[in-house]
């Protein structure tokens, strides 16, 4: 089983409206692409800043520029006019649980991504509102990040844990910590491991300044050691992105003796031997 859950119908950015990437026809792309490179569960997890109903949560200002569609007509659309599973990513925000968890229950998903792109205002992977711009120290930053990664794993509100070590993503572009990073991994571990959450090996990273895939080798052994479930994603937003490089995600997973990835249905988990279909 190869699975690709971590996928966006439609590219990030403007002018890309959910009338014309919600539809039968490029659904169909993406399971075309994805029978043939041997991925037998796809399911989408689209952005939950691009609906209305995120803004009763949080009103950052990406948010309020990207809020325009309604997040019922997507389930409806996936439910009932494609055979994907039904996913959303959804950000962890400090001070903001209640209202997410809310949000979140109230639909049918298979499963729910967390991620936190955002500490507070300042952004992890986007340039235009950088973190980097007003943080403190890199010390400060990477204690910040997986100090929350706990708490999203802790929430109970998430499936998968996306990207895990996405403070990472600009490489040495961005100021580097001194400490052997294990320390920052350390922080959020007794909550991932206590949590069960499904853990995702993302191979976004390679697409991305850094250059390698998310999380790296050290926290992946973590994990593997506290058992958590591991997903295998590829963060895609066009169909040609569905199951990047997961030559070298298998190659990996297989270094450090993980044979079987989450699936999932109705946000009950499974796991199954890896491997194409």
Not at 201 to 230: C, H, Q, W
Not at 246 to 275: C, N, W
Request: glycine fraction near 6%.
């Amino acid at each position: 089983m190869l699975t690709d859950y971590h996928v966006h119908l439609r590219p990030d950015g403007e002018n890309t409206p959910a009338a014309e990437y919600f539809t039968e026809a490029n659904a169909e792309r993406y399971r075309e692409t994805a029978a043939e490179r041997g991925i037998a569960e796809l399911g989408v997890a689209e952005h939950i800043y691009r609906f209305t109903a995120a803004l009763d949560v949080w009103q950052h200002p990406l948010w309020v520029e990207n809020a325009h569609d309604d997040i019922d007509r997507y389930c409806e659309f996936v439910r009932e006019r494609t055979d994907l599973k039904l996913g959303i990513e959804a950000d962890f925000i400090p001070g903001k649980d209640d209202k997410m968890r809310s949000l979140l229950e109230a639909r049918d998903w298979d499963y729910v991504v967390g991620s936190i792109h955002f500490l507070a205002e300042g952004a992890l992977d986007y340039d235009r509102f950088d973190v980097w711009n007003s943080a403190r120290s890199a010390d400060h930053v990477w204690k910040t990040y997986f100090t929350w990664l706990g708490e999203l794993a802790a929430s109970g509100m998430f499936d998968i844990m996306a990207h895990p070590d996405l403070v990472k993503h600009w490489g040495k572009e961005r100021p580097w910590p001194e400490k052997d990073l294990r320390f920052y991994y350390d922080i959020a571990m007794e909550r991932i491991a206590e949590s069960g959450i499904a853990v995702e090996l993302s191979t976004a990273g390679l697409r991305k300044p850094i250059g390698e895939i998310y999380p790296d080798r050290a926290f992946l052994e973590m994990v593997v050691d506290a058992g958590n479930p591991i997903a295998l994603s590829s963060d895609a937003h066009t169909p040609e992105q569905l199951g990047y490089e997961y030559e070298q995600a298998m190659e990996l997973l297989d270094s450090v003796g993980v044979k079987e990835i989450a699936v999932f249905e109705h946000r009950a988990v499974t796991l199954e031997p890896i491997g194409p279909s």
